[in-house]
């Protein structure tokens, strides 16, 4: 999907100032916000934040970037910054969406374009999690978890691929607790896998359905389906690096409860994010800037749906971080040819290795969260990464750290029956 290169900000692309206020009530109490959340808007003048004449709130699709200026405006009370975090990020998100309903709205992964940063926050403290948790429990658990995996992956390596990200987009809503894997019901028709960054590119459900039913007809209720999604993502690394990236993972995490689409949105890097969006989103869940350059290296391998980076298409040729022209001209034909997916990796797209940051550095990647990595906060990194051998140490590292986000003990989760249902 291309975008304008730089659409004309006309008068239908803004919502008037009588409108806003109309509207940002409801949006307040969308957001749950309370009185007196907000300092008056006297004492910070619309015009000192947004460029736009008498302040009005623009909507086409570059300029949804300043609809999060007018979020920015309000200013919440210092002593209620933690709060204020989480608030701020629901109004920007809101008014993004508010834009889409009106216009339509560049997206990758169905995501509003662009986010907000959110504010650095700490994560509360994992419990402890132990290698050979299941070695007197469920003696050989991690076998048969290994050893499906690897027949999969001998089928099709995409399926590898797919399990690492598994992985990431389950530690990264709600904590490692296998919420990813919930299948909607009655009760909850909107389940982590039906949000917008999810919907339709998540895979390898059935391969954890396939270890689930093996490890219940040996050692029923023992290993849950949070535990076999960490496993399966270290053993997908194991067998997509040709052998080349092993590490131990702890267990010992419960299964957990909750599990809400909205919730995508708020915690799951999206393409478009640059570096500073990147860094707020992984800080939040206690990783830091060299763990997030590290595990972007991911992207060496897997797929991208061509829609994903279609604000990235026509190239620009202004734009320091654009796709080489040989790239764009590659991708554009590939995505124009009827194929709705393109190799990440051009160069080594079933490896997984540190490939991903030559092709950084070459202008070679899909995602403006890849391009981004170029700049000047992040590009020392970028080639330390290709140094042999560092990205292998570090990665591992950054595996074994997600491993531990927001776990589940027996007081808050439970070992389910089945991965798609609570019990």
């Not at 890849?370 to 020392?380: C, I, M, P, R």
């Not at 027996?410 to 991965?419: D, F, H, S, T, V």
Request: net charge positive; hydrophobic share 35%.
């Amino acid at each position: 999907m291309a975008t304008e290169d730089a659409p004309s900000f006309t008068p239908s692309n803004y919502v008037e100032d009588a409108e806003l206020d109309r509207i940002l009530p409801t949006l307040k109490d969308a957001a749950g916000f309370a009185p007196g959340d907000f300092v008056d808007d006297d004492h910070h003048p619309r015009s000192r934040t947004c460029n736009t004449p008498s302040y009005r709130h623009p909507t086409s699709i570059v300029s949804l970037r300043h609809s999060l200026e007018l979020a920015s405006v309000v200013v919440f009370q210092s002593n209620e910054r933690t709060m204020a975090s989480h608030k701020l990020a629901a109004l920007a998100l809101l008014l993004a969406l508010l834009g889409c309903v009106a216009h339509t709205c560049q997206a990758s992964y169905g995501y509003p374009y662009p986010l907000s940063a959110p504010r650095k926050s700490t994560p509360p403290s994992a419990p402890a999690l132990s290698y050979a948790y299941y070695y007197k429990t469920c003696k050989g658990a991690e076998k048969i978890v290994r050893d499906v995996v690897q027949a999969e992956i001998k089928r099709n390596r995409g399926i590898g691929a797919g399990l690492i990200r598994l992985f990431f987009h389950d530690c990264f809503v709600q904590g490692c607790d296998a919420s990813v894997l919930l299948d909607k019901t009655q009760a909850n028709e909107q389940t982590e896998k039906f949000g917008l960054p999810n919907i339709g590119s998540l895979r390898g459900f059935e391969v954890i359905d396939k270890i689930k039913t093996k490890l219940e007809a040996k050692c029923k209720g023992v290993v849950s389906c949070a535990d076999i999604v960490a496993y399966a993502g270290r053993d997908a690394t194991y067998f997509l690096s040709n052998k080349k990236v092993y590490f131990e993972m702890p267990a010992g995490r419960y299964d957990g409860r909750v599990s809400s689409a909205n919730e995508t949105l708020f915690n799951l890097p999206p393409p478009f994010a640059d570096v500073a969006l990147l860094e707020a989103m992984f800080a939040a869940k206690g990783l830091s800037l060299d763990e997030m350059v590290t595990l972007s290296g991911a992207h060496t391998v897997g797929i991208s749906h061509c829609s994903s980076f279609g604000d990235r298409l026509p190239r620009n040729a202004s734009d320091p971080m654009a796709m080489n022209s040989r790239f764009a001209k590659s991708v554009t034909r590939k995505c124009k040819s009827g194929s709705s997916t393109v190799d990440q990796d051009i160069y080594t797209p079933n490896t997984l290795d540190n490939r991903y940051y030559k092709n950084v550095l070459n202008h070679e990647v899909l995602f403006t969260s890849d391009a981004t990595l170029e700049s000047s906060k992040t590009k020392y990194l970028v080639k330390q990464n290709l140094k042999p051998y560092v990205w292998e140490a570090k990665f591992k590292q950054a595996m074994r750290k997600m491993g531990g986000i927001g776990v589940k003990t027996k007081a808050n989760g439970e070992i389910r029956k089945n991965c798609r249902l609570i019990n």
